[in-house]
Each structure stands twice: as structure tokens, then as C-alpha cells.
């Protein structure tokens, strides 16, 4: 009774569009998701036909609306770079060192993986966060604030083939924007910045440290 009652069909259908992070201005979404939820017996798999389907859903004013999770945050960036063969070790020990690890997510009752800015709040994950390009690129990681910065630059970076054979006589800005378009960073991020970094180093050196900044960037931090 409780469960079919309007107030709880409401209540889902505003936690549904909240973790989407779907703009629902006019609350169209929410009524018709509610109407759904009521219809349907509370059927998950129809309210989330309806969502998928909205023009909310797919609308510019609901991109950018989320935080990224540890795993979101590596998992994109492995698609958007096409690293089908990671090392997937270190990759967990850099989603550890942020609270979520992918081999051992919370069960059984126990506190979920934290999400939204709550993962961002200790100081030494934030840190973490900062290595992700690192762990990805296969260089040496340091956990804390300080790292060993000649170490760091002497260690080759491994490329996958599209990032290794990018057309060396391409102009720099050319360069930076194919690789924002590829990660997909939200707007605010300031691809003339980038240039400097690209131009200041050679070959796959310039373009990790390109990859590094956008990775590290608040901007591609949003979903």
C-alpha cells in the first residue's frame, strides 16, 4: 500500500531524474515518470523506457550535470583513448586509493561507494585523482603530494597506436582539440592553454602531459 501510494510514485520519480542529473524544469519528466511508476505497479524497467525516451533526458541542459565517479572517470577515459589492454592492477590500486575499488564493491548491506562530491572530500583522493593519466599511460604513480619529477619525466609514456601515430606535421591547437574531443571534457576547459604544454615537449612526452591536464581538470570531472 505504501509502495503504490502517489507520494512514493513522486518521491522515485525525483530520485530517478536527481541521479540521472536530468533538467526537469517544468516537472514534466517527474509527472510522467510518476504516472508510469502508478500505471505500471512501480515497474523499473517501464519508468526507465519513459526517461530514456524524454526530451529531458537528451536535452543540452542536462549534460554536465554530474559528478564522475573513480570508476566512470576510468572507464571513460579507457574507451575514449582506446586502451583495450590496461594494467589492470595498477588500475585498481588508483581506484582504491579514491574509496571505490572495482574487484570488491560494497555488499550485503554495507555503506555504498561513496559518490557525487563525496568522493572528492579527502584531501589524499583528490591527490589520487590527479594520477589517473599516469596509471593510464603506464608511468610511475606517487599517492602523495611530492613525487619525483626527473623519474617521472625519463619514463616514456605507452601510447595506444592512434595517440602514438597522430600526424606530426598537424599544428599543435589541431592536435589539442582532437584529443578534447575524444575525452569530451565539459565547456569551460581552455584548449589555447594546452598549446604551450604540446608545443614545450616532444612527441609522446607532449602528449601525456596534454592528456594529464585534461584528465586532471575540473571540467572532466563532469558527466
Given at each position: 500500500a505504501?509502495?503504490m501510494?502517489?507520494?512514493c510514485?513522486?518521491?522515485y ?7 540521472f ?16 511508476y502508478?500505471?505500471h505497479k512501480?515497474?523499473i524497467r ?12 537528451w536535452?543540452d541542459a542536462s549534460?554536465?550535470?554530474l559528478?564522475?565517479?573513480p570508476?566512470?572517470?576510468a ?8 586502451l583495450?589492454a590496461g594494467d589492470?592492477?595498477?588500475l585498481d ?5 579514491c ?12 555503506e ?5 562530491r563525496?568522493?572528492?572530500i579527502?584531501?589524499?583522493r583528490?591527490?589520487a ?10 608511468r ?5 603530494m611530492q613525487?619525483?619529477?626527473?623519474a617521472s619525466k ?7 597506436a592512434?595517440?602514438r601515430?597522430?600526424d606530426?606535421?598537424r599544428?599543435?591547437?589541431d592536435?589539442?582539440?582532437?584529443l ?5 571534457p565539459?565547456p569551460?576547459?581552455?584548449?589555447e592553454s594546452?598549446?604551450p ?10 602528449i601525456a ?5 585534461i584528465?586532471?581538470?575540473?571540467e572532466?570531472q563532469?558527466?
Amino acid at each position: 500500500a505504501l509502495a503504490m501510494h502517489p507520494d512514493c510514485a513522486a518521491r522515485y520519480a525525483e530520485l530517478m531524474i536527481g541521479y540521472f542529473g536530468i533538467a526537469d524544469p517544468s516537472d514534466r519528466l517527474k509527472e510522467a515518470l510518476t504516472g508510469a511508476y502508478l500505471a505500471h505497479k512501480g515497474d523499473i524497467r517501464i519508468l526507465l523506457r519513459v526517461m530514456t525516451a524524454s526530451a529531458e533526458f537528451w536535452s543540452d541542459a542536462s549534460r554536465w550535470q554530474l559528478i564522475k565517479s573513480p570508476v566512470h572517470l576510468a572507464v571513460g577515459a579507457c574507451r575514449s583513448l582506446d586502451l583495450a589492454a590496461g594494467d589492470i592492477p595498477a588500475l585498481d590500486a588508483w581506484l582504491q586509493a579514491c574509496g571505490h575499488s572495482l574487484m570488491d564493491a560494497p555488499s550485503r548491506g554495507a555503506e555504498p561507494w561513496p559518490t557525487g562530491r563525496d568522493w572528492l572530500i579527502p584531501e589524499d583522493r583528490l591527490a589520487a585523482r590527479y594520477q589517473l593519466a599516469n596509471t593510464l599511460l603506464r608511468r610511475s604513480v606517487s599517492w602523495g603530494m611530492q613525487r619525483d619529477q626527473a623519474a617521472s619525466k625519463a619514463q616514456e609514456p605507452q601510447l595506444p597506436a592512434w595517440l602514438r601515430n597522430l600526424d606530426s606535421k598537424r599544428a599543435a591547437p589541431d592536435i589539442v582539440a582532437e584529443l578534447s574531443d575524444r575525452l569530451d571534457p565539459a565547456p569551460g576547459l581552455s584548449l589555447e592553454s594546452l598549446v604551450p604544454t604540446l608545443e614545450a615537449k616532444q612527441g609522446a612526452a607532449g602528449i601525456a602531459a596534454v592528456l594529464q591536464q585534461i584528465l586532471a581538470s575540473a571540467e572532466y570531472q563532469l558527466a
